[in-house]
């Protein structure tokens, strides 16, 4: 098969890896790729926003398969694009992508479904929005309605951050159109998880439960960022709580999706969190996380392009999709100042020291002019090691990290530290 992989991050390096592993590949695009990527296949210059360059790739390269890692070509309805012109795609149309590229309507879809969530109002006028957080009564999240590269969310300690987060998004449009309407939560409290799985639009195959780090900094401090790290699986997860989110979030909102005229394709993704009130969903993502897919896929045991293949045809009832019992631990390594301004250009050094069971994929590099290793982006590398525990897959996780180097290199060195910390409140299952 030829195959087209939209994007150019960590998630893309995974994935790029695992479908070259597929017996069924004939040759691999990808576009615009990154270093990692390139041993994988043909990187192409083509961004992953330009839908005519994208159809174009795909047609000219004769493509049988395109699959779309990034949430804006989604949203934008490149698989609608490329359906009109008969290539299949893994994704979902640009219908159905709303379940992330807008917050109101995934509140109203789980609303109708019946499927756990915290409380919300949506509003497009910020007068409004802020007297509504003045006379609520509890803490809120300011949501930005529309994609915004994971920045548009602001979890508000008080009434003031709240309103200064109404008017970042809907007067000053920090996040551009995305804040022109926000949608306001009532704040929750828990531990969170990542909830994978792939869907053809009926049946539904759960991938195991991760967990990413969104904060910069130890502790869970500072702003967020796309993901800092991640571990994979959560053992305080009580399984009788995540039989409870397959069953009532994951494949509810499948089945509600194609109830309400817009099935479901690809990955669907809820970020949870266990409140003591039951698991609640956070967010709906259209699409494999990242960092979480660099910790999954090598977990993975089973044909990656042969099951992207069965989802685009209505399939996936007819594949594998099994997955091995290790605990997997990635680390992100980023560029000073990030998730701000940071700087690009600097030698990255080691990364040929890593042992050999050991994966680091790149996300925000480059080669120079002399094909040197350079960074060229926030988030730069994640370094992902594995074990029998989640405890062993850290430590060698962290003993790996310490032989990359670049200048001003930042990463968190409490990724996976409490992984193995029971819940500290019991979860119903149910509301
Ligand atoms: N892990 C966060 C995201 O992929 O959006």
Redesign the pocket.
């Known amino acids: 098969m030829n195959v087209l992989l939209v994007g150019s991050g960590g998630?893309e390096h995974a994935i790029a890896w695992r479908l070259s592993q597929s017996p069924r590949l004939s040759k691999l695009w990808i576009a615009p790729g990154n270093p990692g990527t390139a041993p994988f296949g043909e990187n192409v210059d083509v961004r992953a926003t330009d839908l005519d360059g994208l159809v174009a790739l795909a047609q000219r390269i004769h493509a049988d398969l395109v699959v779309v890692g990034p949430e804006d070509p989604l949203a934008a309805g490149l698989v609608d694009r490329l359906a009109a012109t008969n290539i299949p795609a893994f994704g979902p149309s640009g219908a159905a992508a709303q379940l992330e590229a807008s917050k109101a309507f995934a509140k109203n879809l789980m609303r109708d479904a019946g499927i756990a969530t915290s409380g919300s109002a949506t509003f497009e006028d910020a007068g409004r929005a802020a007297a509504y957080v003045r006379d609520v009564g509890h803490l809120v999240v300011v949501k930005a309605d529309g994609l915004a590269a994971?920045k548009g969310v602001t979890v508000c300690d008080d009434v003031a951050q709240a309103e200064a987060a109404i008017d970042a998004a809907m007067r000053d449009r920090a996040f551009g159109a995305a804040g022109a309407r926000v949608v306001i939560e009532e704040r929750m409290f828990g531990r969170e998880t990542?909830a994978h799985a792939f869907t053809d639009g009926v049946t539904v195959r759960h991938m195991p439960f991760s967990c990413?780090h969104?904060p910069v900094f130890d502790g869970d401090r500072g702003p967020n960022t796309?993901?800092m790290g991640?571990y994979s699986p959560p053992s305080w997860l009580p399984e009788r709580v995540a039989e409870a989110i397959r069953r009532d979030v994951t494949e509810r909102t499948v089945r509600a999706m194609a109830d309400a005229g817009t099935p479901y394709r690809g990955v669907v993704?809820p970020?949870m969190m266990l409140t003591a009130d039951g698991p609640r969903v956070v967010e709906y993502?259209a699409?494999?996380?990242?960092?979480?897919t660099e910790v999954l896929l090598p977990r993975l045991r089973s044909d990656l392009l042969d099951i992207c293949d069965a989802v685009a045809h209505g399939r996936l009832a007819e594949v594998p999709v099994e997955w091995d019992d290790r605990a997997t631990v990635g680390v992100m390594m980023v560029s000073p100042g990030y998730p701000g301004t940071y700087p690009s250009g600097a030698p990255i050094e080691g990364i040929e020291s890593v042992d050999e069971d050991v994966q680091v994929f790149m996300a925000g590099t480059a080669r120079d002019t002399s094909g040197r290793l350079v960074t060229a982006g926030g988030r730069v590398l994640c370094v992902v090691a594995g074990g029998t525990t989640v405890a062993e897959a850290r430590e060698r996780a962290y003993d790996n990290v310490q032989r990359i180097s670049f200048e001003g290199a930042h990463y968190r060195t409490d990724i996976a530290a409490r992984a193995d910390e029971a819940l500290t409140f019991p979860v119903p299952a149910t509301r």
């Open positions: 998630r994971g990542s990413d969104k796309g993901g991640v993704y970020g993502n699409r494999f996380g990242d960092p979480e």
